[in-house]
């Protein structure tokens, strides 16, 4: 079945960058396009970016624009978050999901990935 | 950016029917989904295009959507449908980006 498994958590420093992995199997990834969901304790899904994996082509929210950078990597079927310039604030679960194409429901999620930043 | 509100919470006794609202402006006119998450637990979705059910996900969940609301209604509500529930739009208008609404508390009495 469509499944993506997601690394583990994280501590980061303030300041630093955290990569975050997410491996796919289950369905066609270069067919698919990798969405980045992340959730601090208690409050709303909030919406980071996405890659069309075939083209490569990427859109982030506003909001990260600057600070993150999403890849994949077709040979492994594996899609990489990587955010930088971290703050308390970006404490959270990372979520990766899957959609056929963009934009759509979002019907396949990983299991998350706590990103802890603390000093 | 696009807005969507949702009411804090809402409560309902096991075999009645739960209605959650979704708010945003002229959101008759977006996809709207709606996602099912319980403690500790990825999102599910439970419904898509403002009223189509993904397989597995019961007839007692269905949506709709008119004007500047969007509503999730739980029939025969269970124990087992306690969870968050948020609606989410892709707003292509400004920020072409993902908006989720800010989560409703579904507690079974």
């Known amino acids: 079945q469509m499944q993506l498994v997601q690394s583990g958590p994280e501590v980061k420093k303030p300041g630093t960058s955290v990569k975050v992995s997410c491996k796919a199997s289950?369905?066609?990834?270069?067919?698919?396009?990798m969405q980045w969901v992340r959730q601090a304790r208690g409050q709303r899904l909030e919406w980071i970016g996405w890659?069309?994996?075939?083209?490569?082509?990427?859109n982030y929210a506003q909001k990260f624009q600057e600070r993150v950078t999403i890849t994949r990597d077709m040979s492994t079927s594996t899609a990489y978050m990587e955010l930088s310039s971290l703050r308390s604030e970006d404490t959270a679960v990372y979520y990766c999901?899957?959609?056929?194409?963009?934009?759509?429901?979002?019907?396949?999620w990983g299991q998350g990935t706590l990103v802890t930043v603390s000093s | 950016s696009y807005v969507l509100t949702q009411p804090p919470s809402v409560s309902v006794a096991p075999g009645q029917t739960a209605r959650i609202t979704c708010g945003g402006n002229n959101i008759g006119s977006k996809s709207v989904h709606w996602y099912q998450q319980k403690p500790g637990q990825a999102p599910v979705l439970v419904v898509y295009?403002?009223?189509d059910r993904p397989s597995g996900i019961p007839e007692r969940f269905s949506g709709s959507n008119s004007g500047n609301t969007a509503t999730l209604t739980i029939s025969r509500v269970e124990a087992g449908d306690e969870a968050d529930y948020y609606c989410?739009?892709?707003?292509?208008?400004?920020?072409?980006?993902?908006?989720f609404g800010t989560g409703t508390k579904v507690t079974v009495l």
């Open positions: 289950g369905f066609t990834f270069t067919s698919s396009a």
């Open positions: 999901a899957a959609t056929p194409v963009v934009p759509a429901a979002i019907s396949v």
């Open positions: 989410q739009v892709w707003d292509s208008s400004s920020d072409h980006s993902y908006v």
């Open positions: 890659i069309v994996v075939g083209s490569g082509n990427t």
């Open positions: 295009d403002d009223s």
